[in-house]
């Protein structure tokens, strides 16, 4: 066969808060191990990806602008093979997350989601909860604020306000959980899969993992994680992921409050970028062969 001709778009640095050497080092180690697996890997920034005609049949992205994403989209439509995919990475986007997460049964905190216009008080009390979360429905978080911990309805208000200031349309509001703030990592379609206590780490993006306090230890098995994890994973339509859950303390269960495509992978990211690029080569091999019978 033919040898595989991948394109691989960075992920703009505006998008990796407190994280873009980490964000790089996970994107350039997956692309050092597709040479190694003998792929030619040719790299793009987001904009040159956008103000360029791009002919490789496989493309593995950390992509976040929208102009990108659009493009992306439009390249699986014409059949080329996108990791992450176009519309997966949509799908991560906070109010759409939200939505299919909890219509297809992914264990999940009870959530609202509301326009940042409208007062969201009845809703809340009928929620019967005293502590949210507010994150803004359209993105994933680019700075602090965009993810708010509040003690009370007067609160969340406040932050619903300074929303529709920015120009944020819809709110997703969480019930807060008390239990133990677990991240993971995983791969689709491989055997990789990370979990960790973020404070073991000091890994943090804002320091919010600090509401959740230290942990107690709550058993889970960390099999029935992975198995959550794929289900979300699938439901969204992303194969590189990772996220958050907390392990509720008053019913032990394990539940998704974050899913974002293909994060930075930092406490595992030799191992993780290893596992990435095997998972875009047995994919990029399965459609190359399929269009050599096709000819």
Same mark, same amino acid.
């Given at each position: 066969?033919?040898?595989?001709?991948?394109?691989?778009?960075?992920?703009?640095? $505006?998008?990796?808060?407190?994280?873009?050497?980490?964000?790089?080092?996970?994107?350039?180690?997956?692309?050092?191990?597709?040479?190694? /697996? #003998?792929?030619?890997?040719?790299?793009? &920034?987001?904009?040159?990806?956008?103000?360029?005609?791009?002919?490789?049949?496989?493309?593995?992205?950390?992509?976040?602008?929208?102009?990108?994403? $659009?493009?992306?989209? !439009? /390249?699986?439509?014409? #059949?080329?093979?996108?990791?992450?995919?176009?519309?997966?990475?949509?799908?991560?986007?906070?109010?759409?997350?939200?939505? /299919?997460?909890?219509?297809?049964?992914?264990?999940?905190?009870?959530?609202?989601?509301?326009?940042?216009?409208?007062?969201? &008080?009845?809703?809340?009390?009928? /929620?019967?909860?005293?502590?949210?979360?507010?994150?803004?429905?359209?993105?994933?978080?680019?700075? $602090?604020?965009?993810?708010?911990?509040? !003690?009370?309805?007067?609160?969340?208000?406040?932050?619903? $306000?300074?929303? +529709?200031?920015?120009?944020?349309? &819809?709110?997703?509001?969480?019930?807060?959980?008390?239990?133990?703030?677990? @991240?993971?990592?995983?791969?689709?379609?491989?055997?990789?899969?990370?979990?960790?206590?973020? #404070?073991?780490?000091?890994?943090?993006?804002? %320091?919010?993992? @600090?509401?959740? %306090?230290?942990?107690? %230890?709550?058993?889970?098995?960390?099999?029935?994680?992975?198995?959550?994890?794929?289900?979300?994973?699938?439901?969204? #339509?992303?194969?590189?992921? %990772?996220?958050?859950?907390?392990?509720?303390?008053?019913?032990?269960?394990?539940?998704?409050?974050?899913?974002?495509?293909?994060?930075?992978?930092?406490?595992?990211?030799? !191992?993780?970028?290893?596992?990435?690029?095997?998972?875009?080569?047995?994919? +990029?091999?399965?459609?190359?062969?399929?269009?050599?019978?096709?000819?």
């Amino acid at each position: 066969m033919r040898n595989l001709r991948i394109a691989g778009v960075r992920r703009d640095s $505006r998008f990796s808060p407190n994280h873009i050497d980490n964000d790089a080092y996970i994107f350039s180690s997956t692309a050092d191990e597709l040479r190694e /697996l #003998g792929c030619e890997v040719i790299e793009y &920034t987001e904009k040159e990806f956008v103000n360029n005609d791009i002919d490789q049949p496989v493309v593995f992205n950390m992509a976040r602008d929208w102009h990108t994403v $659009r493009k992306l989209q !439009r /390249l699986e439509d014409s #059949g080329r093979l996108i990791l992450n995919s176009g519309y997966g990475i949509e799908n991560c986007t906070r109010e759409k997350m939200t939505k /299919l997460l909890l219509s297809n049964r992914v264990p999940h905190p009870e959530s609202l989601i509301e326009k940042t216009t409208t007062d969201p &008080t009845h809703d809340m009390q009928l /929620l019967g909860k005293s502590e949210f979360w507010i994150k803004r429905g359209d993105f994933q978080a680019m700075q $602090r604020s965009d993810v708010s911990f509040v !003690r009370n309805i007067e609160e969340a208000k406040s932050v619903l $306000r300074e929303y +529709a200031s920015r120009g944020i349309k &819809t709110a997703v509001i969480n019930e807060h959980l008390q239990g133990d703030l677990v @991240k993971f990592y995983g791969v689709l379609d491989t055997d990789f899969f990370h979990w960790f206590y973020p #404070g073991d780490y000091n890994h943090s993006k804002f %320091g919010l993992e @600090k509401i959740n %306090g230290t942990p107690k %230890g709550i058993h889970f098995d960390p099999q029935d994680l992975k198995k959550i994890c794929s289900q979300a994973a699938q439901v969204l #339509g992303v194969r590189i992921y %990772g996220g958050d859950c907390v392990i509720d303390e008053h019913d032990k269960c394990i539940k998704i409050i974050d899913f974002n495509d293909w994060p930075s992978f930092a406490p595992c990211r030799d !191992r993780a970028a290893a596992s990435i690029a095997g998972m875009i080569y047995a994919a +990029a091999k399965k459609q190359q062969a399929a269009a050599l019978l096709a000819i």
